[in-house]
Structures are given as C-alpha cells and as structure tokens.
C-alpha cells in the first residue's frame, strides 16, 4: 500500500487546500491580457526610441512576398490616450504599409499606462531570438526605469558622449555600453574617475572597450589611479591611439585579451621613460 506523506493525507482527506507554486513563491502578473484585433495599418505608430534601426532589404523581402501566415499576429501597445504602438512587428507594418492591397493588419493588443512597459514588452519578446544588441537593450532600459541604465545615461551626456551601434571614428561616441553598465553597478565612484579621464583622451575618437577595460583595472588596481594629476596628464600626453595600440600588443603577446592584460599593456607604455614607475598593488 502507498504511503503518504502527512501533508498528502491532509489533502487527500480535505483537512487544507493544495497550495500551488504562484501561492507558495509568489509569482506575479506584470500586465493584463491581451486582445485579438484587426487595425488598420495607418493608424499604428512606431516608437523609435526602443525599437531595432530598421533593416531596409528586410522590409523588401517581405513587401515583395507577402505571407499571412508569416505576418502572424503583432503585439501592439495602446495607450491610456487610446493610440496604437507597434511592440513587436515593426517590419511587417512597415512591409504592410508599401501594398496597397493590404490595409488591415492582425494585432493582439495589450493596454498598457506608461512607455516603459512597452520597452520591457520589447527586450521581454526579443529574449531568444535574435539577439538585441547592448545599444538597443540599453535604451529600452532606460525607457523601462532601469536606475542603472539612466544613470550611465546621465553621466555620458554630462560629457556630450554619446551611445551609438555604429561609432565610425566618430569623436566621443561608443557602442560598447554594456561593460559600462557592469562597472556603473559595481562602483560608481570608479566608473565617473574613468568617463571623466576617457572624456580627456578621446575628444578627437571614439571610445573603444580595451580602452575602457584597461584604465578601470588600473584605476582599482594601480599604485596610482586615474584621480592623480601626475598619471591622468601622462595619459592625455601619450593618447588613446597609442594606449589601445599597447593594449593590443600585450594581448597579442599572452595570447588572450581581458581587463589585466590591457591595463598591462597601457601601463608598459606610461611607464616608458620615467623613474618612478606606476606598478600594479
């Protein structure tokens, strides 16, 4: 014969009721179901400030052979103000928008109160498919209230540095935000003494990772940090280009890359020429 566990007799015998694991664990329910809806296509916007940069040849392909079956259902936002936003769909709207024998569109509709819980909506859809790039996660988070992400945000553009996905040289700009949000969530003290000296070095570049990596690990890491008036005009003298160069070498010499092993490589260079050397704690 079974035997049961005292807890499964109680339940057997209706002396209490089975607790279930959204019970137990408290599980949550963010938002509210959605709704089934046909809208026309020219009445849904498209909110650029969390969405993907839209793909041109993408939009082609599907204009040009157009699926029902493809196109399935897209999630779409309305808001308190009663205006439809597309979360997830943007290229098939846009796709939509090019045939005129097209002018309703399939949605699931969802009300929501405020843009950030379209931008969660947006990063919460996209988690395993292609991948969102750190640029485009980092500004949906800032739109979803993440304190971290508006904080970095903040601090980047007290010093006109800008986020962008492709920087091309361009003079203060970087995509590679999401190392940022690392160091900003571990010691903010750190993180601003590095903007502030990368700001100082790349006023003529873009901002790269090795760079950033580097001067973080000596700033927690050195017999000097980047506060010192002595190591911050050493730097400036000898330049981004020439430290992520040195970067580069030592990553080349041991074989790996990693925070260490660029800091190595940019202090080998500060060091050259000067009697009393900076050295790792």
């Not at 029902?68 to 846009?94: F, K, N, P």
């Not at 395993?128 to 971290?148: H, L, N, Q, T």
């Not at 935000?177 to 700001?199: G, P, R």
Request: proline share 2%.
């Amino acid at each position: 014969m079974k035997q049961f566990k005292t807890d499964e007799m109680a339940v057997a015998f209706g002396k209490v009721s089975k607790q279930t694991k959204v019970d137990r664990y408290s599980w949550s329910i963010r938002d509210y179901p959605g709704k089934y809806q046909e809208i026309n296509k020219n009445i849904i916007n498209i909110e650029a400030k969390y969405q993907r940069d839209i793909a041109p040849s993408k939009i082609k392909k599907i204009a040009r052979n157009w699926s029902w079956i493809a196109c399935s259902a897209l999630t779409v936002a309305m808001r308190m103000d009663g205006t439809y936003w597309a979360v997830d769909g943007q290229h098939r709207l846009i796709a939509a928008m090019k045939r005129s024998d097209i002018q309703k569109l399939p949605c699931i509709v969802f009300p929501v109160e405020y843009i950030k819980e379209e931008a969660q909506g947006f990063i919460d859809i996209n988690i395993g498919r292609k991948p969102v790039s750190s640029v485009e996660s980092f500004y949906a988070a800032i739109i979803a209230g993440d304190e971290v992400a508006i904080y970095v945000d903040n601090i980047l553009r007290s010093y006109g540095i800008s986020v962008k996905k492709s920087t091309m040289k361009v003079p203060k700009t970087l995509k590679c935000v999401h190392c940022l949000m690392q160091y900003a969530q571990w010691d903010k003290e750190s993180f601003e003494a590095v903007i502030e000296t990368i700001n100082d070095l790349c006023e003529n570049t873009n901002i790269v990772q090795i760079l950033i990596e580097g001067l973080f690990y000596i700033h927690k890491n050195c017999t000097k940090n980047l506060l010192d008036p002595y190591l911050k005009k050493r730097l400036i003298k000898i330049g981004s280009a020439e430290l992520v160069h040195n970067s580069k070498q030592a990553a080349g010499y041991f074989g790996k890359g990693g925070a260490k092993i660029y800091a190595d490589g940019m202090l080998n260079r500060i060091n050259k020429g000067i009697k009393n050397k900076i050295k790792f704690k």
